[in-house]
RNA sequence: GCCGAAGUGGCGGAAUUGGCAGACGCACUUGACUCAAAAUCAAGCGAUCUCUGAUUGUGCCGGUUCGAGUCCGGCCUUCGGCACCA
């Protein structure tokens, strides 16, 4: 008897399949099928969660070519970053040598644990080969005017040395080293995501395949609000204050106006005033602050007044303005109109200066007052003290003040979202050059596509925390304008690493065209991406942005699709003791460990078998020891009938009650792993069919020895290695081999269940009295309502509980149960 | 504070349409094999009690229903996201 030894079978079925070019895909199909997990960055290390992710995408890759379908499953590497070039600074390694050497070690990995991906259309970032179409793709966002530069108020961290976008800010700190983020003003290069704001709202009600939670966290982060922008008169200079507002239907209540420090009219207002002094240093104190102190709701609300005010445009009223510290520059307009009596924020800030509070809206049952109120009414209610608009529901008042504002020119309806345009300069140097340059006579001009790519000069100097090295690298720097071929200077910055990888599903596509980014047809065939997998991490960052890529490629007719990814698995954690796995907590379990102990196979079992894909998954050495036993299982099965089955195929007839039985349970359990794997995705519960079927088979063997039914057990045992073979390839190649058949299990037809098989002549019913369960019954199958109510009532145990009592109501469901009420 | 998800044995989890709660695996107990152990095969395994049976049990309280882990209302806890967004 051979033993079950993955340390060899498992290198001998990798080469094999190399060798056979076995995983290139096919010309995309009617029926194509994309499964793409996210790329990962190159650390040079596979840890769990790649273990995960990857194990998911080839049981769907696998289970799906089985099923007809032409698959596309490619890998690649998110090449540019920080980490490389730190790296390069501490190590004396050129960021490009690391992440090379990096890539070879993972992909040597991931070619240990099976993974069926066609490297042929491998894609790395950090090629000259791709970036040259990042680059090209910046340029088209540009001459869409959808690429621009301003100087603004960014994030900055200082640690990174680099400013970050506002969706790689968490909790006020940067979402790689979680140093606090701190802001400067600088001239960078944003993209206008804010222009597809609505679009990527709205077509979140295209994406029902993707979890509900993510789609609700990238409709928090739009924020879109609907309200209006009014404008105020300043008193004096006749300037105005535009504010947006939600609540419209509140005007009438304003009893002062906010402005945020960084508004350019608090500097103007209070310019050779009394007040400019005191102001200044409110605006100095309030700037100096953190971002995390800033937002933080706990902070008090304070501000000081400047000294002018504004006339409030629907009833004329002159009200102070105020600087706030809770007046965010990036939102809206910069200013907020104070609504004490209906804003909680407002409420405390005017009892606080004793400003005046309004009441405009009143609850519909009573009359608010003032005097009585301790917290903002922010309910909906009817207008008072507000003119000609009094006894108007608030909804309506809403509509009417707005309408009346726009008549004369003086607000109008207007939405706002919390987006902001998406910054994507990096002044660093592992990453694609934003192919800019800068020229005295012709100011900002994109290089030439035909030139492309700029290229990344190797020789450059890596310095402690010190600016990007291309800004220092005199041969980068200096070039000829494109236009007018005078002197001119590069741009430094380099783009953010997440433009790279919003686009590369694109590039698999049409992966070594050097004449476009991909071809379009190519392009066509296989996008969108039927299953995303990955983790939930990206729910806005990377999910968010190749969503806006992909509404611009298809506005600028490079693709059909206006969404990239058809459906998304957040695939969840995976934790050792409960704890993230970290070196610190020293609960950390690699692959390789896994591999070289018990093989891939068994690895991927387990991690497929622990828990959902969704869910968190709690590493267990136990659990996975309970793998491969249920490998070792299954490999002495077809071991001991291999020789005895091999090339017994022929029809089975009428079989007797144990084959029968087998059949059944073998068939059952195709039946769910086909539906749990195509319809659910739910591979643990796949798994336990399997085992199941394992062990009815283990049941016949040990009933039958060696007097077994030899076609029967040909077939139960093809079938179970068919059923297995996308769990564990590299086993399932083994056996097929074994069990005398050609060719590939991977190649094979993905079996049908015979539905025959699974009818059985009798079926044991529940009976229940009053609800609770009194006995069981084997009846015939197929009997109708009465016929099994009557049996249920002729049984035995069954008379004892109704016996001398009324029957009130029977209700009798078909092959499950009888339940009967008595009084 | 707002939004979302989840609470089921000692543990991971199952129950897909309202119909036998706990599939499958782990742990544990027992039997077979063995000189013995490991491995393997087989059986048992929610709790309580007056133990061939009954009662009870899916975070808590209530409801709908012949019947609720599943549906409805109200809470509690944990996790995740957003958080002065005007």
Redesign the pocket.
Known sequence: MAEYNPGVIEPKWQKYWEENDFYKTDEAGKKKYYVLEMFPYPSGKLHMGHMRVYSIGDVLARFLTMRGYSVLHPMGWDAFGLPAENAAIENKVHPADGTYANIEAMKKQQKALGISYDWDREVATCSPDYYKWTQWLFLLFYKRGLAYKKKASVNWCVKCATVLA??Q???GGCWRCSEDVVVKDLEQWFLRITDYAERLLDDLKLLSGW???VR??Q???I?K?E?AEIEFTIVGNGGKIP?????PDTLFGVTYM?L?AEHPLVDELTRGTEREAEVRAFVDKTRKLTEV?????????VGIFTGASCVNPVNGEEVPILV????????????????PAH????FEFAKKYNLPIRVVITPKDHLLKVEEMDEAYVDDGVLVNSAEFDGLPNEEGMRAITASLEQTDRGRAKV???LRDWLISRQRYWGAPIPIVYCAKCGTVPVEEDSLPVELPKDVVFKQGGQSPLAAHEGFLHTVCPACDGPARRETDTMDTFICSSWYYFRYTDPHNDEQAFNREKNDAWIPVDQYIGG??H??LHLLYSRFFTKVLHDAGMTAAVEPFTRLLAQ?MVNKD?AKMSKSKGNVVSPDEIIAKYGADTGRL?IL????PE????W?D??V??????L??VW??VDRYAGAVAGQNGEIGAVEPAERELRRAIHLALK?VT??IE??F?F??A??????A??AA??Y??EKEDDIDTVVMAEALNLLVLMLAPFAPHLGEEMWQRLGNADSVHQQVWPAYDPSVLLQDE????V?V???????LTIPAGLNSEEMQSLAMGDQ?IVE?IDGKQI??A?A?PG??V?L?VR
């Not at 102190?293 to 609300?301: F, N």
């Not at 078998?609 to 959902?612: E, G, M, S």
């Open positions: 506002n969706e800010v968490e909790n979890p509900e939670r609700t966290m409709e928090n982060w924020g609000s309200g504010v947006f507002t939600t609540r906010v945020a102190d800033r937002s933080s709701t706990e902070m008090e609300k706030g510290n809770y007046v965010l520059m990036g939102y809206g307009t910069g200013a907020v109109m104070g609504v804003d909680q924020r407002d706002t979202y919390r939930i991490e729910a806005i969840g409960g387990f078998f622990a828990a959902p869910r968190d998954l709690d267990s136990r659990g020891e309970g793998c491969y036993r249920f070792k299982r002495r099965l769910k539906e749990d319809d659910r739910n643990n519960t798994i336990s069919a399997v085992m199941e394992v062990n283990y049941g063997m040990n079926v044991e019913i529940v229940q009053n609800g609770k369960v009194r006995g069981r145990r509980f009130v109501k209700i469901v499950k149960l339940n009420v």
